[in-house]
């Protein structure tokens, strides 16, 4: 062998051995270290701002490229992430509400095994930017708010769906809010507050956060609240079932903790995947 063979050679073996050692440093572990391999993603709003931070990262980690779409976990409009399944669009990774991933599941469109909790997120308000932010820290300021707001929107997905159908008519409010409130599909609620097309909006707060224009009022009453859980798992029909499942690692690992939480989300602490 000569020389310059044997320089190359070490040469190579290092550079191998350094990016194997870098990707396990961040998060990411040897095995998952790949080339030419492309996962198609699909994610919906509540974990799209986590996401957005997090892809980039693991495809300089791992070598595996990410090619991802954007769609409401449920609600029936075209983009959502049901109907585009139904009309037989491949994606190799779902990431969406954990109660409609388990229908999802049900109708056989997922690797029961593969899902696994990522977050929990709050509901929260928003107004236009420079408008007066209200007080909404109690039940009593939360509904005189709604009372008084001309307009209200409200999501076509988790959290609106609680609103509108659970916690509004529970209060005895719906009624009197029906014919002023917005049910919003295909964009998130606060990009339509910004626009000063509804005064004020509802939706998971790590969807608020993000939109420019529009500004964040604070989280709904605790006594009110609902947490919704957004999970991910492989598609049945993924045929990098491997890769797939070295991005759910990496999105539900200690690593990306700080990232998660700086977007306003709760990671799983315990990350396991959760079974039938």
Known sequence: ????????????????????????????????????IKLQVITSGGFAAAY???????????????????????????????????RSEHFDVLIMSRSSLDRLTAAGYVIPDSRRNLVESLIGMAVKEGATKPDISTQKAFIDQLMQAESIGYSASASGTYLSTVLWPKLGIWEKIRHKSQRIESERVASVVARGDVEIGFQQISEILPIEGAEFVGPIPNTLQKSTLFSTAITSQSGNVAEAQCLINYLSSLAVAPTIRRVGLSPISKVESVHD
């Not at 062998?1 to 290092?14: A, E, G, K, P, Q």
């Not at 495809?59 to 595996?64: D, F, H, Y």
């Open 1 to 36: 062998m000569t020389l310059m063979l044997r320089i190359t050679s070490r040469l190579l073996i290092f550079l191998l051995s350094f990016y194997a050692t870098a990707a396990i440093a961040g998060g990411v572990p040897a095995s998952c270290v790949a080339n030419n």
């Open 52 to 86: 957005q931070q997090l892809a980039p990262q693991f495809t300089a980690l791992s070598g595996i490229e990410v090619e991802t779409s954007f769609g409401s976990s449920s609600g029936g409009a075209p983009d959502s992430i049901p109907e585009r399944l139904k």
